[in-house]
């Protein structure tokens, strides 16, 4: 891998003139198909893993006209090895995606949660190592801090887990570090904090916040909030995960084995983001009436506060968060009043 201090322009540029093979588990997820969409625009061979259960090929339609680069739809699901081994074939990088990753559904069925998070994590580091893969880098979580109440996040306090999602990222983590030690494969974890941005799912009981509360706006309906509306978090536009990922593929050697924050290293509480979305609805939508927020109990496994130090992410991979959240929600917005109606 590269060496000595790097950007993601020179990393942009350096996949532009040598493209590489990869491999996006969940690639047609939200993260993942953006993570797509970011590598098929640098002209990079890209294979895509999905069993479409919360992905769907509506979030890669766009590219299939694209010839800056290639897209392969691969149907298959983690839970099978033979599924993993052969998405792994002929492969550089693998960016794993796949999971399930709502906090109050794995508390609703974490047997499932498991199956995938953590069986499925690891049917992915097997076949990555069989195939011979330069590089796994995977998908963790904020969550993996749970209970420990310091604020920002820095990598290595990490708290006791609040739900089952947050036990599997923790697990991974753990698992990927000692996969590295005892197999050889270079891994590293993104720990995604918040992430948000177009082609998030509003529907179901478990969406994002984000999406949610910007369809129930857009279409005058209420947004419920779970507590006071005083927990805060640190959002982080989807266009910063797609930078970390490409950056940690190409990062120094020394960067592996470990896991780092990815995020916009500033928070917001819930009723400044009610406020921030309710401003902009009215100025593009001006009929809109827009009722009081709900306000209903705090769920079981919810962190009440969460920022990112970025220290270690900016200093070892070279990450700057080119969108901060104000902008990102700029974008978001956009995108869901032309395409929610």
């Given at each position: 891998m590269r060496e000595g201090r790097q950007t993601i322009d020179a990393v942009a540029d350096e996949l532009r003139e040598r493209p590489r093979r990869w491999l996006v588990t969940g690639g047609a997820g939200f993260i993942g198909s953006h993570v797509v969409e970011g590598l098929v625009e640098l002209g990079q061979e890209v294979a895509v893993l999905d069993n479409f259960t919360t992905g769907t090929p509506r979030n890669l339609a766009h590219l299939a006209a694209d010839d800056r680069g290639s897209l392969e739809m691969i149907g298959g699901d983690i839970r099978d090895p033979a599924d993993c081994l052969r998405a792994s074939r002929g492969i550089d990088f693998v960016l794993h995606h796949a999971a399930l990753v709502s906090v109050p559904g794995s508390i609703a069925d974490p047997a499932t949660t498991y199956a995938v998070n953590v069986e499925g994590f690891a049917n992915m580091m097997v076949a990555a190592r069989d195939q011979g893969v330069a590089r796994f880098v995977y998908a963790s979580s904020s969550a993996v801090y749970g209970d420990d109440p310091r604020l920002p996040k820095v990598e290595g306090n990490e708290g006791n887990p609040l739900s089952p999602y947050a036990a599997s990222k923790r697990s991974n983590e753990l698992d990927a570090a000692a996969f590295q030690?005892?197999?050889?494969?270079?891994?590293?974890?993104?720990?995604?904090?918040?992430?948000?941005?177009?082609?998030?799912?509003?529907?179901?009981?478990?969406?994002?916040?984000?999406?949610?509360?910007?369809?129930?706006?857009?279409?005058?309906?209420?947004?419920?909030?779970?507590?006071?509306?005083?927990?805060?978090?640190?959002?982080?536009?989807?266009?910063?995960?797609?930078?970390?990922?490409?950056?940690?593929?190409?990062?120094?050697?020394?960067?592996?084995?470990?896991?780092?924050?990815?995020?916009?290293?500033?928070?917001?509480?819930?009723?400044?983001?009610?406020?921030?979305?309710?401003?902009?609805?009215?100025?593009?939508?001006?009929?809109?009436?827009?009722?009081?927020?709900?306000?209903?109990?705090?769920?079981?496994?919810?962190?009440?506060?969460?920022?990112?130090?970025?220290?270690?992410?900016?200093?070892?991979?070279?990450?700057?968060?080119?969108?901060?959240?104000?902008r990102g929600l700029d974008d978001a917005l956009a995108w869901y009043a032309a395409n929610l109606g």
């Amino acid at each position: 891998m590269r060496e000595g201090r790097q950007t993601i322009d020179a990393v942009a540029d350096e996949l532009r003139e040598r493209p590489r093979r990869w491999l996006v588990t969940g690639g047609a997820g939200f993260i993942g198909s953006h993570v797509v969409e970011g590598l098929v625009e640098l002209g990079q061979e890209v294979a895509v893993l999905d069993n479409f259960t919360t992905g769907t090929p509506r979030n890669l339609a766009h590219l299939a006209a694209d010839d800056r680069g290639s897209l392969e739809m691969i149907g298959g699901d983690i839970r099978d090895p033979a599924d993993c081994l052969r998405a792994s074939r002929g492969i550089d990088f693998v960016l794993h995606h796949a999971a399930l990753v709502s906090v109050p559904g794995s508390i609703a069925d974490p047997a499932t949660t498991y199956a995938v998070n953590v069986e499925g994590f690891a049917n992915m580091m097997v076949a990555a190592r069989d195939q011979g893969v330069a590089r796994f880098v995977y998908a963790s979580s904020s969550a993996v801090y749970g209970d420990d109440p310091r604020l920002p996040k820095v990598e290595g306090n990490e708290g006791n887990p609040l739900s089952p999602y947050a036990a599997s990222k923790r697990s991974n983590e753990l698992d990927a570090a000692a996969f590295q030690e005892s197999h050889g494969l270079p891994t590293m974890g993104l720990r995604y904090f918040n992430v948000f941005g177009s082609r998030q799912d509003p529907d179901g009981p478990y969406a994002a916040v984000i999406p949610a509360w910007m369809r129930a706006i857009l279409q005058g309906a209420a947004c419920t909030v779970y507590g006071d509306g005083e927990a805060s978090r640190d959002f982080c536009h989807v266009t910063n995960a797609v930078q970390a990922n490409l950056l940690a593929a190409l990062s120094p050697d020394n960067a592996t084995g470990a896991s780092y924050n990815v995020s916009s290293g500033e928070r917001m509480t819930l009723n400044q983001l009610y406020e921030e979305l309710r401003s902009r609805v009215k100025i593009i939508r001006p009929g809109v009436t827009i009722p009081d927020k709900i306000h209903a109990p705090v769920r079981p496994g919810d962190i009440a506060h969460s920022q990112a130090d970025l220290t270690l992410v900016r200093s070892t991979l070279g990450y700057s968060p080119t969108i901060d959240i104000r902008r990102g929600l700029d974008d978001a917005l956009a995108w869901y009043a032309a395409n929610l109606g």
